[in-house]
């Protein structure tokens, strides 16, 4: 029974899907993610406990305080230095590099934090991929020669790659990659097709170029010239490709928002659209407000932050006012929202007389709620009672729940399955923290608490039937849509620029080697960009802000520009569509929604007075 592997969770059930649509049934065989398979081999011997994300700062930050450093001693404590330490320790052991292959501080961090897990008897993720390596290159029963297939990798760390190459020593693997000799587009991908060519020896087979097949010509032509030099006979673009100018981030997305409401008012079904992104915490929030105000459906897919949820930003507001000396904009943050069980116009006058007697200092802001409210707040009160940090979080995030909905009617509606999807990782990550108090026999502090709560991710969102998909570069990889928007074609923001980690920069890892060295992010982007541009196979829609929402002028993406000086001239001005700073409000034949007819009516108003009387009464 074959093993097919693929990238991420989502891909899966995509794949799942395709194949029972192809042939009916699947029957025999699995579909899985690389660690689906490391745990299979792992899990099959002798292991510990896997120990959560949470569980894995907690332990890295207790690492951190008894490690004994140098250099870093004064950015130790500073916010994200242990998140940026995580991403290093991933890599080093993704590399299969122990701590003494490791020097200065960062060998003494991630020494001790090895220290850490084995004094509590549990592994990361990463230890188990070594394990599970380890034990199929020194037991037989490892695997019982079962085929495998891979597809969707172009950068594979050295614990992957060793699990492939223990693999072809045992079974027939087979590993499908998009690479075409000498092309810019896949120049990032150019270390992953030698090596692999070379455990190939010859067994090698370079399928033809078919995206014509399934593409109008203009997308066809673009998928072959992209990044090369302008050829001659570029075909017309006959609408298969868009371009999109907006001013400010709201500019753009109402561009596409009404683009999108044309789409599928015409019939084309919402889950056939997807909407790309560089990064998706960027523009999560915008295009949550966009998308919610035109009625368009939408789904994420991508783990957001709890953070980033107006539940998890209010109930974060009052923790830290609560636990680490927050100031009176994060309470009121909490008292504004509709967790806090309070009416707007409560919150507007209580404030209001704070502002007037310029009460800032925390005493005296609860001493004066108290005196205008007639009772102190209860959260608060709940906070500081002495009880445990995380059962103290746990019983406000259930109160808050309880103030927003009610308990008259079970939560409906988008809105309130955003609430509880925040909910269930909050008391995901408390029943973490919980276990972990019962396995170092001491409480979890408050900023620990608010630290981790400030990590947690939701739940996975997965694009789902009537919702239109909004997913990430890395995401848009191995998805395949009728029409694509590709958003973020600014100077600045796409190609991005390179990340990293201090902990590890260019020359470190060509010294360490284990395959840490990446591609350039230039390179990286150029190759997102081509997949993302080849993934509609009936319209590509490129969306940039001309400018900020001051009005300050934006550059062009270099994508954007290499893409247009592909199609004449005139061709390209035809299919462009532009909305500036100044255009408060659509046209009004042309506005998406009645919201937006009513803001376009107002406008005309303002001097046209008995003409838009006139519109009002006829309507």
Request: aromatic content about 6%; hydrophobic content about 40%.
């Amino acid at each position: 029974e074959p093993t097919l592997i693929v990238p991420g969770r989502s891909d899966v059930d995509r794949v799942e899907r395709e194949l029972v649509a192809r042939h009916g049934c699947v029957f025999g065989g699995s579909i899985g993610t690389f660690d689906d398979v490391f745990e299979r081999i792992a899990y099959a011997g002798a292991t510990r406990p896997i120990a959560t994300d949470a569980q894995q700062q907690l332990a890295l930050r207790r690492a951190v305080a008894r490690a004994s450093l140098n250099g870093l001693s004064a950015s130790a404590h500073s916010a994200g230095f242990a998140d940026t330490l995580r991403e290093a320790i991933r890599e080093l052991q993704g590399a299969l590099l122990e701590p003494d292959r490791v020097q200065g501080d960062l060998a003494h961090l991630y020494a001790s934090y090895r220290a850490e897990l084995d004094t509590l008897g549990v592994w990361d993720r990463e230890l188990l991929r070594s394990e599970a390596v380890a034990r199929l290159r020194d037991q037989l029963d490892a695997w019982h020669g079962e085929p495998v297939f891979a597809y969707g990798f172009e950068d594979l760390t050295a614990v992957e790659w060793s699990l492939l190459v223990a693999l072809a020593g045992r079974t027939e693997v087979t590993v499908s990659l998009p690479y075409e000799q000498g092309r810019t587009a896949f120049a990032s991908l150019r270390q992953t097709a030698e090596d692999l060519a070379r455990l190939a020896d010859g067994r090698i087979e370079e399928l033809p170029a078919a995206y014509a097949e399934v593409a109008p010509p203009a997308l066809a032509y673009l998928e072959r010239a992209l990044f090369e030099e302008p050829g001659v006979g570029a075909p017309p673009l006959d609408g298969a490709i868009s371009f999109l100018e907006g001013a400010g981030v709201r500019g753009a997305l109402e561009l596409v928002g009404d683009e999108l409401l044309g789409l599928v008012r015409g019939g084309t079904p919402p889950e056939a659209i997807g909407i790309v992104c560089p990064s998706l915490g960027r523009w999560r929030a915008p295009l949550e407000t966009a998308f919610r105000t035109l009625g368009i459906p939408y789904a994420f897919d991508g783990r957001g932050r709890l953070a980033e949820t107006p539940f998890g930003h209010a109930l974060l507001a009052l923790l830290r006012y609560a636990w680490a000396d927050g100031s009176r904009a994060d309470l009121f943050a909490f008292l504004r929202s509709p967790y806090s069980g309070l009416t707007r116009a409560h919150v507007d006058f209580v404030e209001g007389r704070l502002r007037g007697r310029a009460v800032a200092e925390p005493e005296r802001i609860e001493a004066v709620l108290q005196e205008l409210r007639g009772s102190p707040l209860r959260q608060l009160e709940a906070l500081r009672a002495g009880t445990r940090a995380v059962d103290a979080v746990r019983a406000l995030a259930q109160s808050m729940l309880r103030a927003a909905h009610g308990l008259e009617h079970p939560p409906v509606g988008e809105s309130s399955a955003g609430d509880l999807r925040a909910l269930d990782a909050c008391l995901r990550l408390l029943e973490e923290l919980g276990s972990w108090e019962l396995r170092v026999q001491e409480p979890v502090g408050s900023d620990d608490v608010i630290a981790m709560l400030e990590r947690a991710r939701l739940r996975g969102e997965r694009a789902q039937p009537g919702k239109v998909t909004v997913l990430d570069l890395e995401r848009a990889r191995t998805g395949r849509f009728e029409i694509v928007f590709v958003l973020g074609l600014e100077e600045g923001s796409l190609p991005r620029r390179g990340g990293g980690t201090p902990f590890l920069d260019d020359e470190v890892r060509e010294t360490l080697g284990g395959r840490l060295q990446r591609a350039d992010q230039v390179s990286r982007d150029r190759y997102l960009f081509y997949t993302a541009c080849s993934r509609p196979t009936r319209r590509l829609y490129l969306v940039r802000e001309s400018a900020t929402d001051e009005g300050s002028p934006k550059e062009a993406s270099p994508f954007w520009d290499e893409v247009r000086a592909l199609f004449h001239r005139e061709d390209v001005d035809r299919a462009t569509t532009r909305r500036r700073l100044s255009e408060l409000t659509w046209r009004l034949e042309d506005a998406p929604t009645d919201r937006e007819r009513l803001r376009a009516l107002a406008s005309i108003s303002r001097d046209h007075a008995a003409e838009a009387d006139g519109i009002a009464r006829a309507n």
